[in-house]
């Protein structure tokens, strides 16, 4: 199933030093077997030190890795190449996007955790996300869990990535952003509207909450994807980088299964 998902990866993986110029040490484990040890990480749920050795490499050693691509962005280049690779082929719909975000707890402290107010003031993080009409995640970032929805607008408005069109330049921005009552300020709505985004979004006290599930059921359709990934059903690590990155691997298998149907079809 990831063998198209390898193709991607190796675009966007930095080349490996194959002979050490000190000379010894140990023969480094390959790149694909240390892919497969980490998207089942990420889909298992389990702990680094839980990790099975079946995969080839042991747990420090995909650990390193981990953090190593963590560092140098491989991640979101992938993910970057599948957006392109979707949108080339029609995929992508900019007419009308939608934003929400999610909370889920942490086990431990750590950067970006705060008082969750629907779980009691435990700690928790927020996973905040942009998708399009068909659910595809566009704009990703995380925070504490005390964190207003409203503030995470503009930085995730602005984190979406220039995208490859089928005709003229790279495109950024959707034509029609769709929130609910957590972003009903007026701000907000200048900040969009001064960029040319269209906004709808739903207005304290007026509107009934009840049919806000029209038009952005898709976007909580995604989130119930990223519940796929069980290593986010907790946070475990207090690294807010690491949490950030097992978001962008979820977010890139969803995207990469859309792509994978194409492809076989």
């Given at each position: 199933?990831?063998?198209?998902?390898?193709?991607?990866?190796?675009?966007?993986?930095?080349?490996?030093?194959?002979?050490?110029?000190?000379?010894?040490?140990?023969?480094?484990?390959?790149?694909?077997?240390?892919?497969?040890?980490?998207?089942?990480?990420?889909t298992s749920g389990c702990t680094w030190r839980q990790f099975p050795p079946v995969f080839g490499p042991a747990w420090p050693t995909v650990y390193r890795r981990f953090t190593q691509w963590s560092r140098e962005r491989v991640w979101a280049r992938l993910y970057r190449v599948i957006l392109d690779e979707l949108r080339a082929r029609?995929?992508?719909?900019?007419?009308?996007?939608?934003?929400?975000?999610?909370?889920?707890?942490?086990?431990?402290?750590?950067?970006?955790?705060?008082?969750?107010?629907?779980?009691?003031?435990?700690?928790?993080?927020?996973?905040?996300?942009?998708?399009?009409?068909?659910?595809?995640?566009?704009?990703?970032?995380?925070?504490?869990?005390?964190?207003?929805?409203?503030?995470?607008?503009?930085?995730?408005?602005?984190?979406?990535?220039?995208?490859?069109?089928?005709?003229?330049?790279?495109?950024?921005?959707?034509?029609?952003?769709?929130?609910?009552?957590?972003?009903?300020?007026?701000?907000?709505?200048?900040?969009?509207?001064?960029?040319?985004?269209?906004?709808?979004?739903?207005?304290?006290?007026?509107?009934?909450?009840?049919?806000?599930?029209?038009?952005?059921?898709?976007?909580?359709?995604?989130?119930?994807?990223?519940?796929?990934?069980?290593?986010?059903?907790?946070?475990?690590?207090?690294?807010?980088?690491?949490?950030?990155?097992?978001?962008?691997?979820?977010?890139?298998?969803?995207?990469?299964?859309?792509?994978?149907?194409?492809?076989?079809?």
């Open positions: 199933m990831y063998d198209e998902l390898w193709v991607l990866f190796r675009r966007v993986v930095p080349p490996t030093v194959v002979i050490r110029p000190q000379g010894g040490g140990r023969r480094r484990a390959g790149d694909r077997k240390a892919l497969a040890a980490i998207i089942f990480v990420a029609g995929e992508l719909d900019w007419s009308r996007c939608a934003i929400d975000s999610v909370s889920l707890r942490a086990a431990k402290g750590g950067h970006l955790t705060g008082p969750n107010p629907t779980d009691r003031g435990k700690l928790g993080s927020k996973i905040h996300l942009i998708c399009d009409r068909n659910g595809l995640p566009l704009s990703l970032g995380t925070s504490g869990a005390n964190m207003h929805d409203s503030q995470g607008l503009e930085p995730l408005v602005r984190g979406i990535p220039p995208i490859r069109s089928r005709r003229g330049p790279r495109r950024r921005r959707p034509a029609k952003l769709r929130a609910d009552k957590g972003y009903d300020y007026a701000h907000l709505r200048r900040w969009l509207s001064k960029r040319g985004i269209r906004h709808r979004i739903a207005r304290k006290g007026i509107e009934s909450s009840k049919r806000l599930g029209r038009h952005r059921w898709v976007v909580e359709r995604t989130v119930s994807w990223l519940a796929g990934c069980r290593r986010l059903h907790r946070r475990y690590g207090r690294k807010a980088k690491h949490l950030l990155t097992f978001v962008a691997i979820a977010t890139t298998l969803i995207s990469y299964r859309r792509l994978a149907t194409l492809l076989t079809a």
